[in-house]
């Protein structure tokens, strides 16, 4: 009897399982799961998102769909259509474009259920939205090199212009339409936003411990009074620290100090202060965090912690060692001046040289090393840096129990303003396809040569950094950099971003527009009264970055030329 109950329900279950597949046919027949397959790419071969795919019988639509982020779609039509097809491809700031699906395919669909049809190529639209996104971009970047126009205001006037155009310029002409505030989202990078939150609330913790005031005291002790040797401590303190500490905060902390150990030596403070702000634009190429422009390189390009530090630090290094042989010769008469030295002003720096709250340093310590090597090897289990620096900032947060209040104002919310309002105006030129026509045009000069591609990427960089601000630049060369490295032969290991890396930051020390880390030195310099003017910071500057870029530039080629 049991072996008969077991058979007879092995027996209900199959009746069953027969029944539901034969229904669930029945359905897919009635409710016409008839499928076309494809994929929409603009001219670069980039997959086009958001793409409005109709399939259109007799001039009638019949079924829709969108594509999806990487350019595919997947539309459903009823049983059995009469053929023959059109499929229609819209997308703002594209061209229409119509593919006919011819009566044989659409036959066929009833024995296969799906077609895969070829791919799609949209052709950009140069109206009205393309030329006022472009020069909207334009008005972010003179604002952005004028002085007396702060950052974060200019890439809000771009954004707010942008907006409304879109929503109110639209009311008059629907070819005004730039993009909406939901699209605007997509290109706001939060990966990077949240990766400087996280190291400026880490920072502060370290900053309230007065381990930069040691260190720079450290340097003079260290020099034995030798100016020559303090200047080449300094600048390499100031290049390691920049190497895990964002550059601008690098200089905040430094160039304080610097201008008081100046002034107790008898040394003009901007014989020290000029090649410590050209060494920490270096130092932070060679890591993820070290600069503003690397994270965004690795934010769009995936390259790890790991992969900077490994791929770049020789050649910085190589350009550190370029930059101190510089400036000791350039400064070699401010460094042979032997001025009264002050006791009183040395003696309030070794006030102030001494470590305030050890414990929390060592705190810092112990959670700084967690996430360097999380940083280091996190992003092969997919944690990301933003991650990793949000978890350390917390873990220490919790562990030395600060006044919560004045660590979260301690976070330069006006850097992440302007963060968000750049990515907006970036985006709104690539949305329109300006950064296409660049990086196909750049595309057509380079051809499939990756030396070209490479040395194009470099001194373009470099060379645009000295008249436009590096960060604004980096984030609009990243979509054409991505498109180099995917259709130039080779360019698949990531050396055009690390081009990009090198040629935007050592870019930087060409002229005091260059790098947010420069103005940052020039204002606090200007304020105890030693003004770093755009001529002299030229002057200076522009040498040392055909010195510097030349040296890393024979680092890269011999890195993923010759070695590979």
Same mark, same amino acid.
């Given at each position: 009897?049991?072996?008969?109950?077991?058979?007879? $329900?092995?027996?209900?279950?199959?009746?069953? &399982?027969?029944?539901?597949?034969?229904?669930?046919?029945?359905?897919?027949?009635?409710?016409?799961?008839?499928?076309?397959? !494809?994929?929409?790419?603009?001219?670069?071969?980039?997959?086009?998102?958001?793409?409005?795919?109709?399939?259109?019988?007799?001039?009638?639509?019949?079924?829709?769909?969108?594509?999806?982020?990487?350019?595919?779609?997947?539309?459903?039509?009823?049983?059995?259509?009469?053929?023959?097809?059109?499929?229609?491809?819209?997308?703002?700031?594209?061209?229409?474009?119509?593919?006919?699906?011819?009566?044989?395919?659409?036959?066929?669909?009833?024995?296969?259920?799906?077609?895969?049809?070829?791919?799609?190529?949209?052709?950009?639209?140069?109206?009205?939205?393309?030329?006022? $996104?472009?020069?909207?971009?334009?008005?972010?970047?003179?604002?952005?090199?004028?002085?007396?126009?702060?950052?974060?205001?200019?890439?809000?006037?771009?954004?707010?212009?942008?907006?409304?155009?879109?929503?109110?310029?639209?009311?008059?002409?629907?070819?005004?339409?730039?993009?909406?505030?939901?699209?605007?989202?997509?290109?706001?990078?939060?990966?990077?936003?949240?990766?400087?939150?996280?190291?400026?609330?880490?920072?502060?913790?370290?900053?309230?411990?007065?381990?930069?005031?040691?260190?720079?005291?450290?340097?003079?002790?260290?020099?034995?009074?030798?100016?020559?040797?303090?200047?080449?401590?300094?600048?390499?303190?100031?290049?390691?620290?920049? &190497?895990?500490?964002?550059?601008?905060?690098?200089?905040?902390?430094?160039?304080?100090?610097?201008?008081?150990?100046?002034?107790?030596?008898?040394?003009?403070?901007?014989?020290?202060?000029?090649?410590?702000?050209?060494?920490?634009?270096?130092?932070? /190429?060679?890591?993820?965090?070290?600069?503003?422009?690397?994270?965004?390189?690795?934010?769009?390009?995936? /390259?790890?912690?790991?992969?900077?530090?490994?791929?770049?630090?020789?050649?910085?290094?190589?350009?550190?060692?370029?930059?101190?042989?510089?400036?000791?010769?350039?400064?070699?008469?401010?460094?042979?001046?032997?001025?009264?030295?002050?006791?009183?002003?040395?003696?309030?720096?070794?006030?102030?040289?001494?470590?305030?709250?050890?414990?929390?340093?060592?705190?810092?310590?112990?959670?700084?090393?967690?996430?360097?090597?999380?940083?280091?090897?996190?992003?092969?289990?997919?944690?990301?840096?933003?991650?990793?620096?949000?978890?350390?900032?917390?873990?220490?947060?919790?562990?030395?129990?600060?006044?919560?209040?004045?660590?979260?104002?301690?976070?330069?919310?006006?850097?992440?303003?302007?963060?968000?309002?750049?990515?907006?105006?970036?985006?709104?030129?690539?949305?329109?396809?300006?950064?296409?026509?660049? &990086?196909?045009?750049?595309?057509?000069?380079?051809?499939?040569?990756?030396?070209?591609?490479?040395?194009?990427?470099?001194?373009?960089?470099?060379?645009?950094?000295?008249?436009?601000?590096?960060?604004?630049?980096?984030?609009?060369?990243?979509?054409?950099?991505?498109?180099?490295?995917?259709?130039?032969?080779?360019?698949?290991?990531?050396?055009?971003?690390?081009?990009?890396?090198?040629?935007?930051?050592?870019? !930087?020390?060409?002229?005091?527009?260059?790098?947010?880390?420069?103005?940052?030195?020039?204002?606090?310099?200007?304020?105890?009264?030693?003004?770093?003017?755009?001529?002299?910071?030229?002057?200076?500057?522009?040498?040392?970055?055909?010195?510097?870029?030349?040296?890393?530039?024979?680092?890269?080629?011999?890195?993923?030329?010759?070695?590979?």
């Amino acid at each position: 009897m049991p072996k008969v109950r077991w058979l007879s $329900a092995a027996a209900l279950i199959l009746i069953a &399982a027969i029944l539901v597949l034969s229904n669930a046919r029945a359905q897919t027949n009635e409710s016409g799961k008839q499928m076309l397959t !494809g994929m929409v790419q603009d001219e670069q071969n980039q997959p086009v998102s958001d793409a409005s795919v109709s399939l259109l019988a007799a001039g009638e639509p019949i079924a829709r769909t969108k594509t999806q982020p990487d350019g595919h779609y997947i539309i459903s039509l009823p049983r059995n259509p009469s053929g023959p097809l059109i499929l229609r491809i819209e997308r703002t700031h594209f061209q229409t474009t119509e593919m006919s699906v011819d009566a044989d395919s659409v036959a066929d669909l009833s024995e296969r259920q799906a077609l895969v049809l070829p791919a799609v190529t949209l052709k950009r639209q140069i109206g009205p939205a393309f030329w006022i $996104a472009t020069l909207t971009f334009l008005l972010v970047l003179a604002l952005i090199a004028h002085s007396g126009f702060h950052n974060t205001l200019a890439a809000l006037v771009g954004a707010t212009t942008i907006f409304a155009v879109s929503y109110l310029g639209t009311l008059l002409d629907k070819r005004l339409f730039i993009l909406d505030f939901p699209l605007s989202l997509r290109y706001i990078d939060w990966n990077v936003i949240f990766l400087i939150m996280g190291m400026m609330i880490f920072i502060a913790v370290v900053e309230r411990t007065g381990l930069f005031q040691w260190l720079a005291l450290a340097a003079y002790r260290a020099s034995g009074g030798h100016f020559w040797l303090l200047l080449a401590i300094l600048m390499l303190v100031t290049g390691v620290a920049s &190497a895990f500490l964002d550059n601008v905060t690098t200089m905040l902390l430094m160039t304080p100090i610097t201008i008081q150990i100046a002034l107790a030596l008898g040394v003009h403070p901007l014989a020290l202060l000029m090649p410590e702000v050209m060494a920490s634009n270096i130092g932070g /190429i060679s890591t993820l965090i070290g600069t503003p422009t690397n994270i965004l390189i690795g934010s769009y390009g995936h /390259i790890s912690f790991d992969a900077f530090l490994k791929n770049l630090t020789p050649g910085v290094l190589l350009a550190l060692f370029g930059l101190i042989v510089y400036s000791e010769i350039t400064y070699r008469e401010d460094l042979r001046r032997k001025g009264e030295v002050s006791e009183v002003l040395l003696e309030k720096l070794r006030e102030r040289a001494h470590i305030e709250e050890p414990g929390h340093l060592a705190k810092a310590a112990i959670v700084g090393m967690g996430m360097l090597l999380l940083f280091l090897f996190g992003e092969k289990i997919g944690l990301l840096p933003s991650v990793t620096a949000l978890m350390g900032a917390t873990a220490l947060l919790v562990w030395i129990k600060p006044d919560i209040e004045e660590m979260i104002e301690a976070v330069d919310w006006t850097t992440l303003v302007f963060f968000i309002a750049l990515f907006i105006d970036v985006g709104a030129v690539q949305e329109v396809g300006l950064m296409s026509l660049i &990086a196909q045009g750049i595309g057509h000069v380079v051809g499939g040569h990756l030396t070209l591609a490479m040395l194009a990427v470099i001194w373009t960089s470099s060379l645009l950094s000295t008249v436009i601000a590096n960060i604004p630049f980096t984030a609009a060369m990243l979509p054409v950099v991505g498109y180099l490295t995917a259709t130039v032969p080779g360019a698949q290991n990531k050396a055009l971003f690390y081009s990009l890396s090198v040629g935007s930051a050592m870019g !930087g020390n060409g002229s005091l527009i260059g790098a947010s880390a420069n103005m940052v030195t020039a204002g606090i310099a200007e304020r105890a009264g030693y003004p770093i003017t755009y001529k002299y910071f030229l002057k200076k500057g522009f040498p040392a970055l055909v010195i510097t870029t030349g040296l890393a530039t024979f680092w890269l080629l011999l890195r993923f030329l010759v070695v590979g």
